[in-house]
């Protein structure tokens, strides 16, 4: 089943496909923008993760080797109030 469009008709319909897809390709760069973003941040937190777990490590290491002798920790120590 085919439908006549008058040339007025099939502008119309040409003019609102051209809207919708301008209006798609400005969503696709902004959630292409966003993806970007989120990469950037994630990069910067995996790194940050990364030091962290290093430190810890370095620190457990201190420990466990009795590096922590003669210093007082703070878990060791008595509140005032005792």
Known sequence: M???FSPAELNQ???NLESRLA?????LDT??????QQE?????????SALMRERLR?????FQ???HQG??????????HY
Not at 31 to 36: F, G, R, T
Not at 40 to 48: D, V
Request: glycine share 2%; proline share 7%; aromatic share 6%.
């Open 23 to 27: 209006y798609q390709e400005h969503w």
């Open 31 to 36: 959630l292409d923008q966003a993806v970007v």
């Open 71 to 80: 210093e007082s920790r703070p878990e060791d120590e008595v509140p005032p």
């Open 58 to 62: 370095e620190q457990h290491q201190a």
């Open 2 to 4: 085919t439908q006549d």
């Open 13 to 15: 319909l040409f003019e």
């Open 40 to 48: 950037k941040r994630l990069a910067k937190l995996e790194q940050l």
């Open 65 to 67: 080797a009795g590096d």
